[in-house]
Structures are given as C-alpha cells and as structure tokens.
C-alpha cells in the first residue's frame, strides 16, 4: 500500500492492517489474471502453430501429387505414342505383304531358310 494512502487510511479511521491485506489480495488476484490470460495466449499460439504446421505439410503433399501426375502424364503421352507407331508399323507391314509372325526356328537360334524365310527375323528389322 503506498505510504500517502496508508496516512490518509489512518486519518479516515479504516484499519490500516485491513488495508494493506485488502490491497495484498487484489495484487494477487491481478497476478493470477495476468497468468490465466497469459497461459490463455500460449495455448492460443501453440494451437495456430500446429494449424500452420499442418496446411504446410498439406501444401507438400498436394506439390508431390501434381508432380506424380505430371509423370504420370509423360508416361501415358508416351505410351500412347508408342502405340500409335506399333499401329502405323503395323499398317505398313500388312500394306507392304510382309509377315510379321516371328520364326520360331529363329527364335530358337538358327533358321536354315535365311533370308528367303517366310517368317519375320526381326534382328535384321
């Protein structure tokens, strides 16, 4: 209690001994005020940090999907190419009469026809 309040207390006739517990108390709760409301704050702030934490590992995840469908796309343009141009090997091959069935003597090693061979021998395709 300051010491003009204490005087002016003792003039007035207010129990000066009351006083100064009266203002011990209101100190304190003041006190556990301030704590509530700063352990109020951390929780608060703790609680943003995790939902800060959270949306950036979200933002991860979504930039690795994009780039797995950005492969997955390459992939798939590629393998539609490559069957386009199987197709047009294909049409050529039957445009043109040769036999696409592969030589089963060649396929074990040696095929004594050659060249004259009415089967494919695809190493020399």
Known sequence: VPSGVEQTAA????DVER?????TVG????RMIQEAA???????YAHQVGEVQQLHEKQQEAAQLALIMEAAEAQ???AKQSLEDDKEESSWNRRSGRNVQICGNWQRGYCKHSDS???????KE
């Open 11 to 14: 003039v007035s006739g207010v």
């Open 27 to 30: 100190a304190l709760r003041l």
């Open 19 to 23: 006083l100064k517990l009266a203002y």
């Open 76 to 78: 798939a343009e590629m």
């Open 38 to 44: 700063q352990q109020q704050y951390l929780a608060a």
């Open 117 to 123: 061979c009415q089967f494919s021998h695809p190493d």
